[in-house]
C-alpha cells in the first residue's frame, strides 16, 4: 500500500509540475520509485530473518537443562512467559501465527518422511531416542491384543532406559500394562509408581480399631459355621483388646484363649490376626468383596501391610484377601488405583517361596490378558509365576497330607529329630520349595499347582471348631477350585503325600460321576503317592497316649483302619484307576516318627501303602521326610522326575 500510494503521489507531480525535459523527469521519477522499494524489501527482509532467528532460538533447547529438568520431574506442561506486554499488540500475533504455520510444515514433512505416529501424535516436539517410549504405549494401547503383548514384552526387557523414560511409562500406560509388566520377569520396578498416600487415620483411632469396624461392617449373611465363628471371635476379641488398652490391662480370658499359644505375642497383633482370618472368609463371598472395597478396605489393608513388615503371617494374610478380591474382575480398577500392582510387582520378585507364590496370585488373577484361569483361596501356582513364551503342556499338581501346606510339605529334608511339633512350631522356617526350584527348571513346559487346605490331629487345635470336614467334602471343595483353576484342560500328574491321597483317590471318582469333569478324568495321566495310607493308618489308636489326640479330629479318625468308608474308597479307585490304565507310583516309609516327645510311631506301614497297582518302592525316612529329598541328585527325586518325564513324554513331544 506504501508503495502504492507513492506511486500516485509521483505521477500526481509528474502531471501538475511545469513541464522538464521528459527523459529527466522520467529517470528521476523511476530512482526514486527505485530508492523506496529497496529499502522497503531490505526492510522486509531484516524484520523477517529476526522473526526466523527468533523462532529458530524459541525451538531449540539447552538439552542439559532439559534432562536436569526432567529429572526434576515427570510430569510436563506447557509454559507461558508471565509478561502481558509480549502477549499483546500486532508484532506478538503475527509471531504467532507464524510460528504455527511453520510448526504445521515441520508437522507435515515428518508425517510424510517418517510417519511413525497415528493422528493423535506428533514427533515436532519428541527427540529421537524418545520415539520407542511412545511407540510403545501406542501400541501397548491397540486394539489387537498380539501387538499389545508384544510391547509389554519389549517394555520389560528394556534396561539401558533413563529414569524419566521408565516414569513416563508409569504414568502414562493402562492397567492391562501395568499388570502385564508386574507379571514379566524382567520389568524394571522404576515401572511402577509407588501406592497413593493413605488417608489419615480417624482421630484417636488405631488400625486395630479400625479393621474391627470393616469386619463388623461386612454381612453376617450366605455365612457358614466357621465364618460366624471366626468373626465374633475377632469382634469379642478385639474389643476386649480395645477395653484393655483403656484400662491398661489385657485379658487372656475370651474365647481367643485356644489360640494364644504364646503369651509373649503383642494382643494388639494378634487381634489383627484374628480379625484377618475373618475377613479372609468373608472375601470368599463375591457380595463382602464389594463391601470391603466400599468400607475403605484396600487403603487399610495396605496401611497394615506396610506396618507388618517383619510378620510374614500377617502379610500372607492381607494378600490372600487381595487375591480373593481380584477373582471379581470389576475391582480390578480399583485396585490397580489403589496400588495393589506396584506392592505385589516387588513382593512377586521376592526370594521368599511363600511371599511369590501369594503375590504371583494375586496379579495372575488380576491378569485377564494371558491368563483365562482363576486360582481361589489355597490354589497357588509355582511355576510359571511370570508370563512365558514357553508353552504349557502338562499340569503337576502337589496335594499335602495331614498337618501339610502347600510349601513347607515340598521342602527339603530337615534334620532326623523333626517332629510334628517342631514343624508346627517352625512353620515360617523354611529351607526351599524343589516342585518350584527344582521341578519347574527340570521341565519348564510344565504348570506346577500346589494346594492348601486346613487339616489337625486334634480338635483342640482345630482353626475351627464347629468345623467338620470330611474326605468327601474337602474333595468336592477341592475339585470345584482346581477345576476353575483349568485343571482338566491339559494332560496331568497327581503328586500327593499320606491323606492328600486319599483326596485324590476321592477326587478321581467323584470326577467320573460327573459330565462336566470329565475332561479331568481323560486327561489324568498319572498318580505319585507318597505314603498314603490306602489301607488305614495306627495314628487314631495312639490317641490316648499323645496329647495332641487326645480328641482325634475327623480326619483321623477317617484313617482308621477299621473304617468303612476308607475301605470303599480302596475298593472303588482300585477298579476305577485299572479300567482306565492310570500309572501309577507309590513310595513308603521304614522308619518310624516322633509325635511328641512321648513316643515314635510308624504312622503308615509298608502293607497300607500298598495301592494294589504300581510300583511299591520303601525308602529309608520318616513319615514327615518322605516327600523331602535330602538333594537334587537323591533318589527320592530322581526317581519322582524319571516317572514324571515318562508318563508325559508323548505329551511333552506334542
Not at 42 to 49: Q, V
Not at 519 to 524: F, G, Y
Request: glycine share 4%; charged share 25%; proline share 4%.
Amino acid at each position: 500500500m506504501s508503495l502504492a500510494a507513492y506511486c500516485v503521489i509521483c505521477c500526481r507531480r509528474i502531471g501538475t509540475s511545469t513541464r522538464l525535459p521528459r527523459s529527466d523527469t522520467y529517470w528521476r521519477d523511476i530512482r526514486n520509485i527505485i530508492k523506496f522499494t529497496g529499502s522497503l524489501i531490505l526492510g522486509g527482509s531484516l524484520f523477517l530473518t529476526y522473526e526466523v532467528l527468533a523462532l529458530k532460538k524459541s525451538l531449540t533447547l539447552d538439552t542439559q537443562v532439559v534432562e536436569r529438568e526432567k529429572m526434576k520431574s515427570y510430569i510436563y506442561v506447557h509454559t507461558f512467559s508471565l509478561d502481558e506486554r509480549e502477549n499483546h499488540g500486532i508484532a506478538c500475533q503475527a509471531r504467532k501465527e507464524l510460528h504455527k504455520a511453520v510448526r504445521k510444515v515441520l508437522a507435515t514433512s515428518a508425517k510424510v518422511l517418517r510417519n511413525p505416529f497415528a493422528d493423535p501424535f506428533s514427533t515436532v516436539d519428541i527427540e529421537d531416542h524418545e520415539c520407542a517410549v511412545w511407540l510403545l504405549l501406542r501400541k501397548s494401547k491397540s486394539n489387537d491384543i498380539v501387538a499389545r503383548l508384544e510391547a509389554v514384552q519389549e517394555m520389560s526387557e528394556a534396561h539401558h532406559w533413563r529414569d524419566y523414560q521408565y516414569r513416563i511409562i508409569a504414568q502414562a500406560c493402562d492397567s492391562r500394562t501395568l499388570i502385564g509388566l508386574a507379571r514379566s520377569k524382567e520389568s524394571d520396578l522404576r515401572f511402577f509408581l509407588p501406592p497413593p498416600p493413605l488417608p489419615c487415620l480417624k482421630e484417636d483411632s488405631s488400625t486395630e480399631e479400625e479393621l474391627r469396624q470393616l469386619l463388623a461392617s461386612l454381612p453376617q449373611t450366605e455365612l457358614d459355621e466357621c465364618i460366624q465363628y471366626f468373626t465374633s471371635l475377632a469382634l469379642s476379641e478385639s474389643s476386649q483388646s480395645l477395653a484393655a488398652q483403656k484400662g491398661g490391662l489385657w485379658c487372656f480370658g475370651g474365647n481367643g484363649l485356644p489360640y494364644a499359644e504364646s503369651f509373649g505375642e503383642v494382643p494388639s497383633a494378634t487381634v489383627e490376626m484374628f480379625c484377618l482370618e475373618a475377613i479372609v472368609k468373608h472375601s470368599e463371598i463375591p457380595t463382602h468383596c464389594d463391601k470391603i472395597e466400599a468400607n475403605g478396605g484396600l487403603q487399610l489393608l495396605q496401611r497394615l501391610y506396610q506396618l507388618h513388615k517383619n510378620c510374614p503371617k500377617v502379610q500372607r494374610n492381607i494378600m490372600r484377601i487381595i487375591g480373593n478380591m481380584a477373582l471379581n474382575e470389576h475391582l480390578h480398577s480399583t485396585i490397580v488405583r489403589s496400588g495393589w500392582v506396584s506392592i505385589m510387582a516387588e513382593a512377586v520378585k521376592s526370594h521368599h517361596i511363600m511371599e511369590a507364590s501369594h503375590a504371583a496370585r494375586v496379579l495372575a488373577n488380576l491378569d485377564r490378558e494371558t491368563v483365562q484361569e482363576k486360582y481361589q483361596d489355597g490354589v497357588y501356582v509355582l511355576h510359571p509365576q511370570y508370563r512365558t513364551s514357553q508353552p504349557i503342556k502338562a499340569d503337576v499338581l502337589f496335594i499335602h497330607g495331614l498337618m501339610g501346606a502347600a510349601f513347607k510339605t515340598w521342602r527339603q529334608q530337615d534334620s532326623e529329630q523333626a517332629n510334628i511339633e517342631k514343624a508346627l512350631e517352625d512353620e515360617d522356617k523354611y529351607t526351599t520349595c524343589w516342585p518350584k526350584t527344582w521341578l519347574a527348571k527340570d521341565c519348564p513346559a510344565l504348570r506346577i499347582i500346589s494346594v492348601e487346605y486346613d487339616t489337625n490331629l486334634s480338635d483342640w487345635r482345630a482353626r475351627c471348631p464347629m468345623e467338620r470336614k470330611s474326605i468327601a467334602f474337602r474333595s468336592d471343595e477341592l475339585l470345584r477350585k482346581l477345576r476353575a483353576a483349568g485343571v482338566g484342560d491339559r494332560p496331568m500328574i497327581w503328586i500327593s503325600h499320606s491323606m492328600g491321597g486319599l483326596l485324590v483317590k476321592k477326587m478321581l471318582l467323584e470326577a467320573s460321576k460327573k459330565p462336566e469333569m470329565s475332561t479331568v478324568i481323560n486327561n489324568t495321566r498319572g498318580i505319585i503317592f507318597y505314603s498314603v495310607p490306602h489301607h488305614g493308618s495306627r495314628l487314631a489308636e495312639y490317641s490316648v497316649h499323645i496329647r495332641y489326640l487326645l480328641f482325634p479330629s475327623l480326619e483321623v479318625k477317617e484313617l482308621s483302619k477299621d473304617s468303612p468308608a476308607l475301605k470303599a474308597l480302596q475298593d472303588d479307585f482300585l477298579e476305577f484307576a485299572k479300567d482306565k490304565n492310570f500309572q501309577v507310583l507309590n513310595f513308603v516309609e521304614t522308619l518310624p516318627t516322633y509325635i511328641g516327645s512321648m513316643i515314635k510311631l510308624h504312622v503308615v506301614p509298608v502293607e497300607s501303602a500298598d495301592l494294589g497297582i504300581g510300583d511299591l518302592i520303601p525308602v529309608d525316612v520318616n513319615h514327615l521326610n518322605i516327600c523331602k529329598p535330602k538333594k537334587k541328585d537323591a533318589f527320592l527325586y530322581q526317581r519322582t522326575l524319571q516317572f514324571i518325564c515318562e508318563t508325559l513324554a508323548k505329551d511333552l513331544e506334542n
